[in-house]
Every structure is written in C-alpha cells, then in structure tokens.
C-alpha cells in the first residue's frame, strides 16, 4: 500500500504538502502512520479550518436571498450588524498582521463581505416601524464610505493597536449580538433572520475552538470564539422558540363605534361632573303656498 502512496501524481503531493506540512504528509499519507497523534490532530484541525472557510464564504448567502426575495429586512438589527461587521474586519486585520494561517481566520473575511452587504440592505428596506420619509440613498453612500475608510485604517494599524483591538472584540461581539436578542424577544419574533446562518454559526464557533488552540493558541482569539459560541446559541434557542412567528405588525380590529371596557374606564373619571346636553334639530316649517308664483289669485265663478 505504501508503494502507492509513496508515488501519487506530483499536484496531490503538492497540495497535501501545502496543506498539512511536508512532515505531517510524510507521516500520515506516505508511510500510512495512522498513530501519529500530533500529525492526526493538526490535519484534522487544517480539514475543518478549510472547511469553515468554505462555508463562510457561502454562509450569510441565504440570508441575503431572504432579503432580496422579500423586499424586507424586519426583524434584523442595524446596529447588531454594524457591530458584528466591525468584528469581523478587526479579527482579519489581527490574524493577517500577525501571520496566522489562513484557514484559522479566513471565513472572516468573507463574513465581513456579506455582512456589509446586509448592513446596506437593512438601510435600503427598513422596516415598517423604521421607515423615514428620508432618502436612503444618502445613508447609503455615508455608510459604504464609512466601512471603506475603516478598512483602510484597520490595515495601516500598528500591530500593537491592533492587539488592543482584538481585545475589543470581546465585548464587541457581545453588543453585536444583544440588540438582535433583544429585537426577536420584543416582537417573539425572528423575523428574515436565517436558520442556515445561526446553525452555521454555532457549528462554525466550536470547530474555530478547535483549530484556534491546535493551530494559533491566542487565548485572547479563542475567548472571542467562545463568547460568540454563547450568544449564537441563544439566537438558536430564540430560533427554535419563535418558530413559525412571523411578527408582522399587529394591530387590534374593533368595530366602528364599539367601545372596550377598558376605554369606558379609561374615560369614566374625566366624565365625571359633566353634563351631556343633547339638542334636536329643529324641524323645517312647512312652506304655506297663497299665491301662485305669478301673483295673480284665482277664484271660482258661481253661476
């Protein structure tokens, strides 16, 4: 058997090589040594960080169809993606300076472009109770400048800012997820928010743990996974709970002229000490006819 791995076409070679080491491809693929641990665990942890990238780059994807298809972005938050955006480009920024693989942290920079993408979304399809007599057109350009220079000031950052940034993500990544919580617990609703993604999410969270400590061992990266794990789960439990709740807008049908008997109370002290006056119109008179309109009266003539 080791005849035939040791004498695989040159591309396969190269592409194991590059992927899990030329020590790990030696080992485990050339001479079959299935008790490498070490080996085993770092292409294990390389196997699921290419696949999170993978799938990062395709994960907000059905989120932005659900958007599209509707017309409509209720029930997402503004400032919940705004943050999580901001998130996204300061752990690309960090990891890049910093030399890290590119599978520990690539699914971060294609979440950071979608997540853009649905940022500017939600500012062209507010919601109904959002909705402002202003352009969006304006907010729009302001908004996409806005992420541009950001990105350009991220990447000119020195190292060590950067490093303190990172540390920012922590509670970063917590207010990113609270207003989205929150918005689905006020209207027991999740509205356009994506199953795909949120599960994507949470499975995406615990293999990040994984590659993180095989591959970087940054406690300050892995913290930031761990505390996304946390809140991604609550937004899969508020998934589960409001199932089937589309949180339209609501609004109580009572017929004309009916009366709740809350409203009586409501108003029974402010009708107290007042007296109703009701006043009948007066009838028309009947008009008396004397006259023809000519004037001239008319009398009978007796014979």
């Known amino acids: 058997m080791t005849s035939i791995t040791r004498n695989l076409p040159w591309f396969i070679v190269d592409l194991g090589t590059a992927v899990i080491g030329e020590k790990c ?14 080996c085993l665990k770092y292409s294990l942890s390389k196997g699921l960080g290419l696949g999170i990238v993978v799938g990062g780059s395709i ?3 059905p989120q932005l169809l659900l958007i599209l298809s509707a017309q409509s972005a209720r029930g997402l938050s503004f400032s919940a993606h705004a943050l999580e955006t901001l998130s996204y480009a300061i752990t690309t920024a960090y990891s890049y300076r910093n030399n890290f693989p590119f599978s520990t942290y690539g699914e971060n920079l294609f979440l950071m472009i979608q997540n853009t993408l649905i940022t500017l979304l939600i500012i062209y399809f507010p919601s109904t109770t959002l909705r402002k007599a202003q352009d969006s057109t304006g907010k729009l350009i302001l908004t ?19 490093a303190f940034l990172q540390l920012g993500t922590l509670p970063l990544s917590l ?3 609270v207003p989205q919580i929150a918005q689905n ?5 999740t509205g356009q928010l994506s199953a795909f993604a949120v599960i994507s999410q949470i499975v995406g969270c615990l293999a990040r743990l994984f590659t993180t ?3 970087v061992g940054d406690p300050i990266v892995s913290a930031g996974f761990a505390l996304a794990l946390l809140l991604n789960s609550v937004l899969g439990m508020q998934m589960w709970m409001y199932w089937g709740k589309d949180g339209k807008d609501t609004y109580s049908k009572t017929a004309i002229g009916a009366v709740s008997e809350k409203e009586k ?3 029974a002290p402010e009708r107290r000490g007042r007296v109703d006056v009701v006043v009948t119109p007066k009838s028309s008179p009947v008009p008396r006819h004397t006259a023809s309109p000519s004037g001239r009266k008319w009398s ?3 014979d």
């Open 265 to 267: 109370e409501d108003w």
């Open 185 to 189: 617990a006020r209207a027991k609703s």
């Open 59 to 61: 994960m907000k994807v």
């Open 213 to 215: 400590a095989t591959e």
């Open 144 to 162: 996409s400048l806005a992420a541009a220079v950001s990105g350009a000031v991220l990447y000119l950052m020195p190292t060590e800012t950067l």
């Open 300 to 302: 009978r003539k007796i």
């Open 175 to 177: 207010f990113s997820k």
């Open 25 to 38: 491809y030696s080992s485990l693929v050339e001479n079959l040594n299935v008790g490498d641990a070490e």
